[in-house]
């Protein structure tokens, strides 16, 4: 898939076009000859663009929901045999790539959003606008559900899961709701969870743009996938596996996530130092910001797709002449 017009990727939705495609394309750098990793494959919409530009390079595709690979092994297919697809959890980084013989790479990608398909799927429980049971795993043989936090976690630990992830104002509220209801029933699906957050919200609250259930409901994804902890473990392996003058690149939807990915970028980056430092602190980083700021969506793009709205996309890249592979094991 070449690089999109704007009235292209708003005629192209259908097809699930991802957030921010044509910057993560161009940002990558692409190489023919290149090795290039998507850790987060998802329907393959990133990886379709990528893989369009390799000839005698190959593409090694991560995720680990088994609709997404099967559903992006279909698309990829379509383009090209240089790929392979792995279910994993992107943690795994390290074990993939000496199984793929694949030790350093050009690049990386990571989208760290919930896929359309997955929001559209009411069974999977990700949605605050369909019914269903609460589940929210990203991979369905994670023993850890949605049901089981809101049905067994104390107060104290849903109120910091809807602070600390979601960064709800309400969030003692609802989860002292969430408390005295469960007390009565079994709170089983997201319609009734969706009910309990309304209850605990103002008018003037309810009343404002967007669902109020929106937050929560984010909290509990990240919260269920332990996506932050596993985050902040996987930009450090990746950052390992660039060859010299490879990109890792980060496109995040939360403001936590974003201040992993910006912490852990500046400090392979940036050298923070002073005039009392001695003479054996290093004068250099092994990496280079390729954008300082985050990469947002154009208006087009939000016209056609109000979910990127909070996306943020950082690049970072291993500078060219830096031949220590491994220097931070």
Known sequence: MPLLKKSQISKRMGEH???????????????PDGIYVDLTVGRGGHSS???????????????????????????????????VVRRANFSKIEDILEEENAEEVDGILMDLGVSSPQFDEGERGFSYREDATLDMRMDQRNPLTAYQII?????????????????????????????????VTPIETTYQLVEIIKMSKPMKELNKKGHPAKQVFQALRIAVND???????????????????????????????????????????????????????????????????????????????????????????????????GHER
């Open 49 to 83: 663009g990528i893989l369009t530009k390799l000839t005698t390079g190959r593409l090694i595709a991560v995720d680990q929901d088994l609709d997404a690979i099967e559903a992006s092994k279909v698309r990829l297919a379509k383009i090209s045999n240089n790929f």
């Open 227 to 325: 996506e932050l902890n596993v985050l902040e473990t996987t930009l450090t392996r990746a950052l390992r596996h660039l060859k010299p003058g490879g990109r890792l690149a980060v496109i995040t939807f939360h403001s936590g996530e974003d201040r992993i990915v910006k912490n852990i970028f500046k400090d392979a980056s940036v050298v923070v130092g002073n005039r009392f430092d001695g003479p054996n602190v290093p004068t250099e980083k092994p990496y280079i910001l390729i954008n300082n700021k985050p990469i947002v969506a154009s208006k087009a793009e939000l016209e056609s797709n109000h979910r990127a709205a909070s996306a943020k996309l950082r690049i970072i890249a291993r500078k060219k002449g830096d031949t220590n592979y």
């Open 17 to 31: 076009i991802p957030v921010l495609y044509n910057e993560v394309i161009e940002g990558l750098n692409i190489k």
């Open 151 to 183: 049905n067994s976690y104390s107060l104290q630990e849903l109120t910091q899961i809807f602070k600390n992830y979601g960064e709800e104002k309400f969030a003692y509220s609802i989860a002292k709701n969430i408390i005295k209801s469960r007390e």
